[in-house]
């Protein structure tokens, strides 16, 4: 019996050795070998290990020469797309993301945020702001071959104005009072002049008697889509005719990997070539034999946004009681080792004449102010709350945890409810059932309106049910002033209003660490959420 | 009875004993407070401040271990005494009386265990919302009824012809007697490994449905979920893996070397 004993310890002995032995690359036998038995860990964790990692190497390599003689990549994202693939309905920021390559607008955005003419090769403005002459590029043409006509741009711009049907998909377009087309010319003329009317003319020009754009969608991008399969991937494949330079690379995989461990793992084992929006934790795990990091900054702001209808966060004094218990720098030190933007309402930086920096430290961390509001509005003990989080994102997971920890100073005792993305889509933004979440909210447009529009009292995005009397007339007045600098002042004001009664508790621009493989390059940064295929090549 | 040294329960006993300490210990007192976050304190590995190391967030992971096994242990312990008790019930009535009872009962159980266990409690997990101890407890508690309602049929059935149970039968003994009094004494050299063996799933279980992350939630701590965030970081922290993997492996060790020797204990006595 005595030898049995010891057998029993050298088992366990040999499982021991097996869990600290194995190094990076065996990351997948350690989980697995800690969920499983201890008798199955320690028989076969060792063979395991050998094995995995013979495999993996043998992958990686493999697949690095593989994808790189074919030309072409595989992206790791870490959401599955909207449901329907058509531009004008996209919701998520995963979605624009992946889509930005497929479709383009008469305009649309450059790395600097400027506005370059795509479909349209020339436009023309009125002195008066009220007319604007498109002229369509020549030679453009849809992916099924066609070309691109002027009653198409017609149709889809006309397709997100229409209102017959409760709100338009981009109201501002309601102020369209005209749209002619003759020759290869489209004039469009205003009710009222509008400085951010150019930017909606990014929409999606999609053809007009084309209606399986939910399933297989059709643009004029330099990428054309191929297909996709449902929580799994989509596929992306070079288009020939594209007007402009063509992309460089042929093909383009995009493999839906929903938690970060496993994207990590994916770039490791030689399954993904470049996954962005990773975090400093992450990708300190890839060896820098194998990929460079890329570092730019999400454009988006990440927030505890809360639920400004549901008690205690109806209470002003509350919502800024919790803007003094959070310490903003404190949670990018902690959890992104000091990299990320502290942000003080809904605006970042790379937005330019928009931004105001100064708010950023209108509430500085300060727990006994805090209690001190706390008190006056009733809650001098604090109070239970629960903090909903997409549990796909580790970074707003992270910060959550962050945030919890700093609430307890103030008696707030918070809890952390992780759900699926799609959960968080239907429950929480667009079902608004929730008492605060952190996520990231980002821009469709480079307008200042498309971050700040959301929080007027009746937006159909409105997730946070924000309601203020101010903010409504502040957004009505921007929509009616015409004078640049002055309309900058108005949206300037917006977020001032958003600041000073604490719709959200703003923390930061997160950075975005993008893992490129080594002999891929041709990484490009917009100020927007997302990520240009296009440019990308593999470097001899 | 021959006296003799029974190794597998002594060593089972002072590991278990060991790790049940520092558990009921995590509950009460920590070196550090486990949530507690420092800046200055990322990343460092084990030292005299934190003899783990610490995490991401600066937490000492050694305080982290103590109340994730305290978690972990009173989840794994709540779980399989739901499933003991009532698979225990289950077993005996199909047991002693078989018949149509047995019947129904057996094939209803027969239909539980046609579920990979994680599944069945992830379906219970999605029915009564994740998020809390007492959910994965109760998930976890109606997955781990079938296999002791099979097993305690089957001791329950085999002695229900002996003679004692016959005369205990004559006298006019009640079932709920009989069952109580004369039989279940009689089975516990079948149930308390069971129950060891039973105590191991569960600890193994709630750390896979935390790991997945169906379980304990951030930022509670039980071993499963640690694992779950030590894998985030296992290049920059391998001591938080290893320490939180140590633990899981001791705890099912320990408590595995009891039920051995307890089986070996039975299958010396009579019953």
Known sequence: MRKQVLAGLLVLGMAVTALSGCGKKAQTTETTAAASTEATAAASAAETQAASSASETEAASSAKTGRAATNEITVGIAQDLDESLDPHLAVAAGTREVMFNVFEGLVKPDPEGNLIPAVASDVEVSEDGLEYTFTLREGVKFHDGSPVEADDVIWSIKRNADDSEGEAMIPALTSISDITSEDNKIHITLSQANNEFLSYMTLAVLPSDYDGQDTAPIGTGPFKFVSRKAQDSIVLERFEDYWGEPAKLDRVTYKIIENSEGLIMGLQSGALDIVSHLGNTQTSQLSDADFHIEQGTMNLVQALYLNNAVAPFDDVRVRQALCYAVDKQGVIDLAFDGLGVPLGSSMYPAFGKYFDASLTDYYTYDPAKAKELLTEAGYPNGFDMTITVPKNYQPHLDTAQVVVEQLKAIGVNATIQPIEWTSWVSDVYMGRQFESTVVGVDASEMTASAMLKRFESTDSNNFINYNNADYDALYAKAQSTFDDAEQTEVFKAMERNLTENAANVYIQDMADLIAVRNGLEGVQFYPLYVLDVSGLYWAD | ?271
């Open chain 2, 1 to 271: 009875m021959k006296k003799k040294m029974n190794g597998y329960l002594i060593a089972g006993l002072i590991i278990t004993c060991i790790l049940a300490g520092l558990a009921i210990l995590g509950n009460f007192y920590t070196p550090y407070d486990p949530t507690a976050m420092s800046g200055a304190a990322k990343f460092q590995g084990p030292s005299p401040a934190h003899i783990f190391g610490t995490d991401n967030f600066g937490r000492d992971i050694f305080s982290r271990v103590l109340k994730g096994s305290s978690t972990t242990v009173f989840i794994a312990s709540c779980t399989v005494l739901i499933g003991a008790v009532a698979g225990t019930a289950v077993g005996a009535v199909t047991g002693y009386f078989g018949g149509v009872v047995d019947d129904i009962l057996m094939r209803m159980n027969d239909a539980l265990t046609a579920f990979p266990s994680i599944l069945l409690a992830l379906v219970v997990i999605s029915i009564l919302g994740p998020g809390s101890e007492i959910n994965v407890i109760l998930a976890l508690g109606i997955v781990f009824i079938p296999s002791f309602a099979r097993l305690t049929r089957t001791a329950f059935a085999s002695i229900r012809d002996r003679n004692y149970i016959e005369s205990a039968r004559l006298m006019g003994a009640s079932s709920a007697r009989i069952l109580l009094i004369h039989m279940l004494p009689n089975i516990w050299s079948v149930l308390l490994p069971a129950i060891t063996i039973g105590f191991n799933n569960a600890v193994l279980a709630e750390a896979s449905m935390s790991f997945l992350g169906i379980g304990v939630t951030p930022p509670d701590a039980s071993l499963g979920y640690m694992l779950s965030e030590a894998q985030g970081m296992f290049a920059r922290a391998p001591w938080y893996a290893v320490s939180t993997g140590l633990m899981i492996i001791m705890l099912v060790f320990g408590v595995g070397l009891i039920g051995e020797g307890l089986q070996r204990l039975g299958k010396d006595a009579e019953y």
